[in-house]
């Protein structure tokens, strides 16, 4: 524990020569510990020189080193693929384009919803029969607590109060979470009493979204709630 938490500091305060220096020793003990500190970070803002030396110890005869350094290469990789996604994704898609990338079996999450997002920014009447279409049809608890979130922000009517409802029943936490916030972005009395149902329920980030979607729509019964509670 005192030899990884050493490494924690030393990588933080250390060139990647090195990291470098470190992964190109005879220390296997060394190796791991910056390793494994590597993996806890998440930025790998590392040269393509560290990158390459990771890579090449994926093959590692050390068991730990082997798994440590795919952890990492993986991360590092698909990082790089999520990167090139965005740069892809640039600003001259039309939406036929966009919905073609989302309907794409093939797509991943991650560019899914930047598709997604581009869609929503244009604010495009036309585009909202298509999103509900495949909302209705998605299978993907991320991609749909997007959307009925940004539903309701982009477009607050009753007719997306309708829409948004039936997945305040979702078995996922973030779906219920993100539901009522696009709800909250729609301030009707309907929307009050759905959301006033909700502050006593069991699960503490759906009961906070509750409360903070409550206090955006009318702060008086927010409090009077609160205090109830």
């Not at 040269?47 to 093959?59: A, D, G």
Request: aromatic content about 6%; hydrophobic content about 40%; some cysteine.
């Amino acid at each position: 524990m005192v030899l990884r938490m050493t490494f924690e500091k030393e990588k933080k305060m250390s060139s990647p020569q090195k990291i470098l220096d470190i992964l190109n020793s005879q220390n296997n003990q060394a190796k791991i510990a910056i390793l494994q500190s590597l993996a806890q970070d998440d930025n790998y803002d590392l040269p393509n020189i560290v990158v390459k030396k990771i890579e090449n110890m994926t093959q590692d005869s050390d068991v730990a080193i082997c798994f440590w350094a795919k952890k990492i290469y993986s991360a590092i990789r698909n990082k790089g693929q999520q990167l090139e996604e965005t740069l892809n994704l640039n600003d001259s898609l039309t939406l036929t384009e966009l919905f073609k990338i989302v309907e794409e079996p093939s797509s991943t999450q991650h560019k899914t919803l930047k598709a997604l997002e581009r869609i929503f920014q244009k604010k495009e009447p036309n585009s909202y029969g298509q999103i509900v279409n495949f909302l209705r049809k998605c299978q993907n608890k991320v991609i749909i607590s997007f959307l009925v979130k940004n539903l309701g922000i982009f477009y607050p009517s009753e007719k997306t109060l309708v829409i948004i409802f039936p997945y305040l029943k979702s078995d996922d936490e973030r779906v219920i979470a993100n539901a009522i916030e696009g709800i909250a972005s729609i301030p009707t009395k309907k929307s009050v009493e759905v959301i006033t149902q909700l502050l006593n329920h069991k699960n503490h980030r759906i009961k906070a979204n509750a409360t903070k979607a409550l206090a955006k729509q009318n702060p008086e019964t927010a409090k009077s709630a609160i205090l109830d509670m």
